[in-house]
């Protein structure tokens, strides 16, 4: 072994006295989540090293690529993840605003073309009873059906989201772990995201006067945590993680199918990775 | 007590978050604005820049008009923001790569610019007033004199460099802010009835007819109200130009219907039964069977016929106001209809347009008048006839 590989006693001192100092950031960091004194989320811009307006002290966007996969052959259509996701978010209580939404896919014998409904339909919702609790009618029990299927949507925190470009403002905007954020306290309420999603995926929020979308929770993914509608799925039909760790669900879930994203050709580049939809779905 | 949110009924499939239009019809009334503003300005340019003297009669009121107008479009905008005290945002911190973001730069320098060749053009009647009155509108004069009350020969040759000046910014200026709020919805890929190369170009055509439109109608007005015989040959003009206009205008909305249904990309089906459907009276009816076809073969009829007096006042002062109809048809058609063809491209909705409310339809109605009632004060203020001995315009 030649000289230039053996570590001297100073450098292992130094490697060893930062790892003590790093330890202990992480420690307090831990303590703090514990006692629940971090910060909210706050302002968009400042670096991680300033670190102060962050969920979490010592979380680094610069570490994380997030993203999302959606098994469609595992969903079973039980809305879960919608009702858990309006009481997670402070989603509007109606049946015309939500942040993620299933859609229900089925292709009955004879017809040329398929039938397809979300919660918010009017037979679904009459069904439920309410429109805060959400379940898909049984409106197909005497048709023969071929083909039925279930897609959960939200937004796709695109690499290239036209929702941001066409913001006057800038209070949308895509941070660096790869989410896709509005700014509440300084979007105007025009609503030009809203048209410039492909994916209906904005709402306007009347009360608040802003517009509104999925966050992937960014207050929980910050903090370790999976988005509300991931933990509460009880299939696995929706997959998170970091695309920077190879070893993560998302990882895993893009290397080991074939996936595919909504719209691919406006160019919004997805960042939610369907397996199992159908060429209707859009 | 009325829902915080109208939604809409809907057939076919569409996304949940669809089901709520987002741009009201006082979406459709900021481009209607915008392009009498920057039909108006035409006429004026045809007169300052390129010498069309038989239009000197509306010269002035076209500039008063697309002041008028111009001042009242960011309202619609204003009222429809969830948060219009932000407004001012877009202008400290606009975000440059959104379409929107530079509407406050345009709108404000176009203001400032119709102000300032406003002034020029008007300054040796301001002056005259303001040497002539004692009363508190003299005082208004003189402040509006700025301290110039130079109108020698050499003086006033200096203003004509600078409106002459002004007109030429101004012709790129109104037509730039116009196309500008086509491209607003022309760069959307995310409605194919909007997605279109050809909709900055179609706005352009349909504003400037329409702005011509709204002058000879004013002009009409204007002479039966004070009793003055029309001047024909002005009237005329204004016909030929909406005449030569209107067919470029006929020609880029078809061809780019034409486009749409051609290339018959993903959701074309939707549209054809959307447009054979729900928007066959608006679309094929009102706009262009009524509002453009008609005055245009009523227009050549009168030009190949050389119909004169009586008969062409009222025959241009119809057309004009079928123009003026049309185009508010196709802002409708181009912002509410676009809404109504779900994104999903398998789906329907149907806008229902609420009469009262910030953003009903007596808001709509009052805000396409409010410009009229301006315009009235400031013809009141600054009389734009260049007919009898009013004022300097000669």
């Known amino acids: 072994m030649s000289k230039d590989f053996k570590p001297t006693l100073a450098a292992r001192r130094a490697f060893l006295a930062r790892l003590g100092g790093a330890a202990t950031c992480a420690g307090a960091a831990v303590g703090a989540a514990t006692l629940g004194i971090t910060p909210t989320i706050a302002a968009k811009t400042e670096s991680t090293a300033e670190g102060d307006s962050f969920p979490t002290k010592d979380y680094d966007w610069t570490k994380h690529q997030w993203g999302f996969g959606v098994d469609a052959t595992k969903c079973i259509g039980c809305l879960r993840c919608v009702e858990a996701c309006k009481k997670e978010n402070d989603v509007p209580g109606n049946a015309h605003q939500f942040r993620t939404w299933v859609e229900r896919y089925v292709h009955i014998e004879g017809e040329d073309q398929v039938r397809i409904d979300s919660q918010q339909d009017p037979v679904n919702i009459a069904a439920s009873g309410s429109e805060k609790t959400y379940r898909f009618a049984n409106r197909y029990k005497d048709a023969k059906v071929e083909k039925a299927f279930f897609v959960p949507k939200l937004c796709n925190h695109c690499t290239h989201p036209a929702c941001v470009q066409v913001c006057p403002v800038g209070a949308t905007y895509r941070t660096e772990d790869g989410v896709v954020l509005i700014d509440h306290d300084y979007c105007i309420g025009c609503r030009y995201c809203v048209q410039a999603c492909p994916y209906g995926a904005r709402y306007f929020d009347e009360e608040k006067g802003v517009s509104d979308k999925c966050t992937w929770c960014y207050h929980r993914i910050t903090r370790g945590l999976q988005p509300a509608c991931v933990e509460v799925c009880p299939v696995g039909a929706r997959v998170f993680g970091d695309q920077k760790d190879k070893q993560s669900p998302i990882s895993q879930f893009i290397r080991n199918n074939r996936v595919q994203v909504l719209r691919p050709e406006t160019g919004n580049a997805p960042n939610v990775f369907y397996v199992g939809i159908d060429k209707e779905v859009n | ?394």
């Open chain 2, 1 to 394: 007590m009325e829902p915080v949110i109208q939604f809409a009924p809907y057939t076919g499939w569409v996304y949940p978050n669809e089901t709520v239009f987002e741009w009201s019809v006082l979406i459709a009334v900021y481009p209607y604005l915008t392009g009498l503003v920057a039909g108006a300005f035409t006429v004026s340019s045809l007169y300052q820049v390129f010498g069309f003297q038989r239009l000197k009669p509306v010269a002035h009121m076209a500039l008063l008009t697309s002041l008028s107008f111009m001042i009242f479009v960011p309202t619609p905008l204003l009222l429809h923001l969830g948060h219009p005290e932000r407004a001012f945002n877009s202008t400290i911190t606009p975000h440059l790569t959104s379409a929107m973001a530079m509407f406050g730069f345009f709108a404000s320098f176009y203001v400032a610019l119709l102000l300032l060749e406003g002034w020029f053009a008007y300054r040796p009647f301001i002056v005259a007033q303001a040497q002539k009155r004692t009363d508190l509108l003299g005082r208004f004069y003189r402040l509006l004199t700025l301290g110039s009350y130079d109108v020698s020969e050499h003086a006033m040759g200096h203003d004509r460099k600078w409106i002459f000046a002004l007109a030429v910014i101004g012709i790129p200026a109104a037509h730039g802010l116009h196309g500008y709020v086509g491209f607003m919805y022309g760069s959307l890929k995310s409605r194919e009835w909007w997605s279109s190369d050809l909709m900055p170009v179609i706005f352009l055509f349909s504003a400037i007819i329409s702005g011509v439109s709204l002058l000879a109608v004013l002009y009409v007005t204007s002479c039966k109200l004070r009793k003055l015989p029309v001047d024909l040959g002005c009237l005329k003009g204004l016909a030929y130009t909406i005449w030569a206009f209107i067919m470029v205008a006929l020609v880029l909305e078809g061809l780019e219907f034409a486009n749409i249904v051609y290339k018959g990309r993903e959701g074309v089906d939707m549209i054809v039964q959307y447009v054979t459907g729900p928007l066959l009276i608006p679309y094929f009816i009102l706009q262009f069977a009524v509002g453009a076809i008609t005055p245009f073969l009523w227009l050549s009829y009168m030009i190949w016929r050389g119909t004169s007096g009586r008969a062409l006042v009222v025959g241009v002062t119809v057309c004009a106001c079928l123009v003026l109809f049309s185009v508010f048809m196709m802002r409708w058609n181009v912002v509410i209809g676009g809404q109504e063809i779900a994104k999903t491209g398998k789906g329907l909705l149907s806008y229902q347009m609420p009469l009262f409310g910030k953003e009903g339809a007596l808001m709509a109605i009052l805000l396409t008048l409010a410009p009229l009632g301006l315009l009235y004060v400031l013809i009141r203020l600054f009389p734009p006839w260049s007919d009898a001995a009013t004022h300097a315009h000669t």
